[in-house]
């Protein structure tokens, strides 16, 4: 397939907004990667290498708390459960003409948003502007987040204290607009929320660690909803 | 800490490319089956939400400032406001909240 510059423009006009918005959510990141015990260059090759908000978060969290690995690649399959299926989806939007290393290089940055607007290029997608996105948005993750660590440490406590709630707001940003049109989905955010603040407060479940507490709610709230109220084909 | 963070690292990025790139690689049709469609659409929204709470009260010095950038967050996202903004005005919360109350 020959480089397609146009579409590889297009991509860069759409990846800009995007690596902003990275930068300044990868800041706070970086800020959860210090506290984890990560240095910078540590730090700036796991948001280059993973590309992943909440898997990332979700990461460091865990090796703070000194988990085993095993409990970190299984925390990390199921904080990125929902690329799969938004790769399972791109499979579709490609030509099948498009080669295995295209497809390997469009699978190292598959994110809720280079997902979004790439599905939103009409007809067919071609990877040059994928690649322009991710141009952008990589270098925007990636350097957001070494900044965070090394500027945490420079910054006012009142700050850092602000600034950790960024990545807060957006998992919010994720989670609320859906439940606009979804009524399951709005009545499972208070209900992870309670259920989430329960197993952390009550003594009962004080022996469990934080990470495998995670684990669990997902999955046991996830196959609840799922049994209850399957998704109907159109709505996916 | 109690491993090296380097494999740590690769163990999160091997698992988290896998889970990308597989499905690329392999799929060809959709998937299915109804309850494995479901279940991965709705993992997202609930890890997101036992994540965010109460964990955003710890995060702050004041968790009242974590409960009310949480408030805030979520009217906002609901009017339908961007990832950034949303994100922004969540630290401008407690910034502000926390002059007073810490």
Known sequence: ?236 | MSGNVWIYIGVMAVVSYLIRVLPLLLMRKQIKNTFIKSFLYYVPYVTLSVMTFPAIMDATASPYAGIAALIIGIVMAYCKRSLLQVAVTCCAVVFILELFLV
Request: proline share 4%; net charge positive.
């Open chain 1, 1 to 236: 397939m020959k480089f397609d510059k146009q579409q590889y423009r297009f991509g860069l006009r759409d990846g800009l907004p995007i690596a902003l918005g990275y930068f300044a959510v990868a800041f706070a990141l970086g800020i959860a990667a210090k506290n984890a015990g990560l240095n910078a260059l540590q730090a700036g090759i796991a948001s280059f290498l993973l590309n992943a908000s909440a898997g990332e978060y979700a990461g460091f969290t865990l090796i703070a708390a000194g988990a085993t690995y095993g409990e970190v690649a299984l925390m990390t399959l199921i904080t990125n459960a929902r690329y799969f299926l938004m790769s399972c989806s791109l499979s579709q939007k490609l030509d099948q003409s498009v080669s295995v290393w295209h497809r390997m290089i469009i699978g190292f940055d598959v994110t809720d948003e280079i997902f979004g607007v790439s599905m939103a290029v009409p007809g067919k997608l071609c990877p040059y502007y994928t690649y322009g996105v991710m141009s952008l948005a990589m270098p925007g993750w990636a350097s957001g987040t070494v900044l965070g660590v090394l500027a945490g440490s420079v910054l006012p406590l009142r700050v850092v204290s602000a600034l950790s709630v960024g990545l807060f707001g957006m998992f919010i940003a994720i989670i609320v607009p859906p439940a606009r049109t979804n009524k399951v989905i709005a009545a499972l955010i208070p209900i992870c929320f309670a259920l989430s603040f329960a197993a952390d407060r009550l003594s009962l479940f004080s022996g469990i660690s934080t990470g495998v507490k995670t684990i669990a709610l997902t999955v046991v709230i996830s196959v609840a909803a799922a049994l209850l109220f399957p998704k109907k084909e159109e709505q996916v």
